[in-house]
């Protein structure tokens, strides 16, 4: 990779991160309000069985592999006669959007059914809870609707290096939740309705939002069902199809980790999924930015078979990706605590709400670094429209995450469910990079050993001064909620200093690029 073309793809991801940042901080908001409203109680479990299904099928259906899938043909239609780019995009979108009319309609019709066969053991045992999830999940489904529409414009907009308004859109999903719940909460049946209400609301902003851009290119869209025998568009669904049953397998592992945490103790849904939320903001900040900008980057290296470019970019984007989430790994299993309580500790989120999320937390921050390269290789693999051989270990990695699941909870509770999502990844990772090193040889993989090496050693190194410094400030029992803030920030500040100081005198390529990026941000042009 070029040094143009290094820093191109770091100054991408630096725009895509720094959205990603806001919608991580404002989506943080959304779940303080959220715990502040509902707690660990029944109105929070059923809430979060509610939006899992429609965002799971959002999953399967549009992020992940549709994207993957459409992406690469559109890279290719795009540089083509404008009249055949919009024939293929329009052909796609009305077929795209029909299926998910039937699916959403579907959803709601078969919501009741749904929610019974596969959580009523669990929730049944409390008064009212099946019904209440039952009809949160009605009003939740027409935002699989607008997202998938909203996705499918995020691809788009990517395949011409646009990412700053995708990334943008979770940032209007989130204030649209705070903004309802805080003023129609306190006057509704249940303050739970109130986030239902405003998911839907918030997915179609989010369509909404990006239409202006797909104009800027002049894209336009017909209602057309010549999509059916269209050759782009049939190979789009026909690489979709594979890469639907691996999205598939993920969110039957998702769900098979809510139905087993359903069985447990009242709060453990809901405590996983604020352990979540924490985990993947570290994931959304860098590792998400860096799937995003790597996909259309590897497809172009696919389409023009330069293999060079391709494993290099491949290699670096991975160092990064290493380089920022295990030090974050690290210091959030450390900080769990302190963490969990200035976030969350407010109104219905007491003490054993606390302790069950922050047991939770340590699981999920271990398997960090796993799920983030585990996005890295899926994006290798989806660049060359193989979306096959993802499907296939994807399919046996879920015996192995449902065994995992049943097995840890006995123990561990919802500690184990985290365990379990984190170990399956990490088989899921070294069964793809073993495939990838059989497929294409030599990737480079002693000069990225090297640069985990000095990350690693740098991030152990940073783990251990925090620790210190939150033992003395007794961050673990905190005297107050501000005092706790300011030494919590302070704490982090000062890890993130050891991480660089480490870094530099370990002379990692990493820590320059990145200083290198921010310089030029703030140089002046000309000089």
């Not at 302790?355 to 999920?364: G, R």
């Not at 704490?491 to 660089?500: C, D, E, Q």
């Not at 480490?502 to 310089?519: I, N, P, Y």
Request: proline residues 3%; aromatic residues 12%; hydrophobic residues 55%.
């Amino acid at each position: 990779m070029s040094d143009r073309t290094r820093q191109g793809f770091l100054r991408s991801t630096a725009v895509v991160a720094s959205l990603t940042l806001l919608s991580r901080i404002t989506g943080l908001l959304r779940e303080q309000v959220r715990a502040y409203f509902l707690g660990t109680g029944m109105g929070s479990d059923a809430f979060g069985i509610a939006a899992t299904i429609p965002n799971m099928m959002r999953r399967l259906f549009a992020e992940g592999a549709m994207t993957a899938a459409f992406l690469p043909f559109f890279s290719e239609y795009k540089d083509l006669d404008k009249s055949e780019r919009d024939l293929f995009f329009s052909g796609f979108m009305t077929i795209f959007i029909l299926v998910m009319l039937l699916v959403t309609a579907l959803g709601i019709a078969f919501a009741g059914p749904l929610i019974r066969l596969m959580f009523g053991s669990g929730f049944g045992k409390v008064a009212g809870k099946v019904q209440l999830t039952i009809r949160l999940t009605q009003v939740i489904f027409p935002y699989l609707f607008f997202i998938s529409i909203a996705a499918m414009l995020q691809a788009t907009l990517n395949s011409y290096k646009v990412f700053g308004p995708s990334a943008f859109t979770p940032v209007l999903l989130n204030l649209t939740i705070v903004g309802v719940v805080l003023i129609f909460a306190r006057n509704m049946t249940h303050p739970s309705y109130a986030f239902a209400i405003a998911f839907s609301i918030g997915g179609m902003l989010q369509l909404l939002f990006q239409v202006p851009w797909i104009r800027k290119f002049r894209i336009r869209f017909f209602f057309t069902l010549k999509g059916l025998k269209h050759p782009g568009v049939r190979g789009v669904f026909k690489v979709f199809l594979p890469g639907v049953l691996a999205a598939g397998v993920y969110q039957v592992n998702l769900l098979v980790s809510r139905i087993v945490a359903a069985t447990l103790a009242q709060g453990s849904v809901a405590s996983l999924q604020f352990s979540a939320r924490l985990q993947e903001i570290v994931l959304g900040i860098f590792a998400v930015s860096v799937a995003t900008v790597l996909l259309p980057a590897l497809s172009e290296s696919a389409a023009s078979n330069d293999a060079v470019r391709f494993k290099d970019t491949f290699i670096h984007s991975t160092a990064l990706v290493v380089f920022i989430t295990l030090p974050a790994s690290l210091g959030l299993i450390v900080l769990a605590r302190p963490i969990v309580t200035l976030l969350y500790g407010y109104g219905h989120f007491g003490q054993r709400s606390i302790d069950m999320t922050v047991f939770a937390l340590y699981f999920h921050a271990s398997g960090i670094v796993f799920i983030a390269l585990l996005r890295n290789v899926l994006q290798a693999f989806y660049a060359r429209k193989d979306l096959k051989t993802p499907a296939i270990v994807a399919a046996i990695d879920m015996f192995i995450h449902l065994a995992l699941c049943i097995t840890l909870s006995r123990p561990l509770k919802q500690g184990g469910i985290a365990l379990a999502g984190s170990i399956s990844a990490f088989v899921n990772l070294a069964a793809l990079s073993y495939i990838l090193r059989r497929q294409f040889g030599r990737l480079g993989i002693r000069k990225l050993l090297a640069s985990i090496t000095r990350t690693g050693v740098s991030a152990v190194l940073m783990a251990i001064a925090i620790w210190l410094i939150a033992s003395n400030w007794h961050l673990y029992n905190p005297a107050g909620r501000l005092v706790l803030g300011l030494r919590l920030f302070a704490t982090i500040g000062a890890g993130m200093l050891v991480f660089l100081a480490v870094s530099v005198a370990l002379h990692s390529s990493e820590t320059s690029e990145v200083f290198d990026l921010v310089r030029s941000r703030f140089t002046p042009k000309g000089r």
